[in-house]
């Protein structure tokens, strides 16, 4: 069975510093891995996705993530947060060869002008 | 422009009864999805379907029916055997063919059952 967790349910930061989400990840395969994000009763926006090849991965908005493969990991970060990211971040996986998405709990993101 | 409907985007039943929910996509994918979204459990898996009249059971599925008869439709119905059917509802689809799509989300069907 694939999952996903997220440890921290919300994330303050202050504006013009650099943030992380957290999240870790469990497939039997290799993982395709998604960083989705999401603002009040709204459906979810596509941020960044790892397919393979290079570690860290780029995306929308200027965030990025990093995957690591030995922890599991797939963080997303930006070095500098603005108050328009301030949202519901989901961390998501799909087990190579199926088409099952598996999300995680969501991380609240506050940032502070 | 292409997307992901659901409608409405509010719905409210009284306990017993059952209804369904709208997912209509003209992006011509394939995987269609439904989540249930309920605060700090972040979106669970109902069912889902990757190709027209197949669909599997995702992790919640009890309660829930589903059919694909249109590539482009994939109606939930939640029935009263759902003990608690009052959620958010997400829909989404992804394309399949080479590479990897994410998925497109629609934007929620808020249902509340009293």
């Known amino acids: 069975a694939q999952s996903v967790a997220q440890p921290e349910d919300q994330v303050n930061v202050a504006e013009g510093n650099p943030l992380t989400v957290k999240c870790t990840y469990s497939v039997s395969g290799n993982p395709y891995l998604f960083w989705y994000v999401q603002y009040p009763n709204r459906g979810l926006q596509f941020l960044l996705k790892?397919?393979?090849?290079?570690?860290l991965v780029k995306g929308s908005y200027g965030f990025e993530a990093e995957f690591n493969k030995s922890q599991t990991s797939f963080h997303l970060k930006k070095p500098s947060a603005l108050v328009s990211d301030s949202a519901l971040y989901f961390c998501?996986?799909?087990?190579?060869?199926?088409?099952?998405?598996?999300f995680g709990t969501g991380t609240k993101l506050q940032v502070i002008p | 422009d292409g997307g992901i409907t659901q409608s409405p985007k509010y719905l409210f039943r009284k306990e017993g009864q059952n209804v369904t929910l709208s997912c209509e996509q003209n992006l011509n994918h394939d995987a269609m999805y439904w989540y249930r979204q309920d605060p700090g459990q972040g979106l669970r898996l109902i069912y889902y379907s990757q190709i027209v009249n197949d669909f599997q059971k995702g992790d919640i599925a009890e309660g829930y029916s589903v059919s694909r008869e249109k590539k482009e439709s994939f109606p939930l119905t939640v029935t009263s055997a759902q003990k608690n059917p009052t959620a958010f509802y997400l829909c989404a689809s992804s394309g399949s063919g080479t590479g990897v799509s994410p998925l497109h989300f629609g934007n929620g069907t808020r249902l509340t059952v009293t």
């Open positions: 790892y397919i393979t090849g290079d570690n």
């Open positions: 998501a996986v799909r087990d190579m060869g199926y088409q099952k998405v598996t």
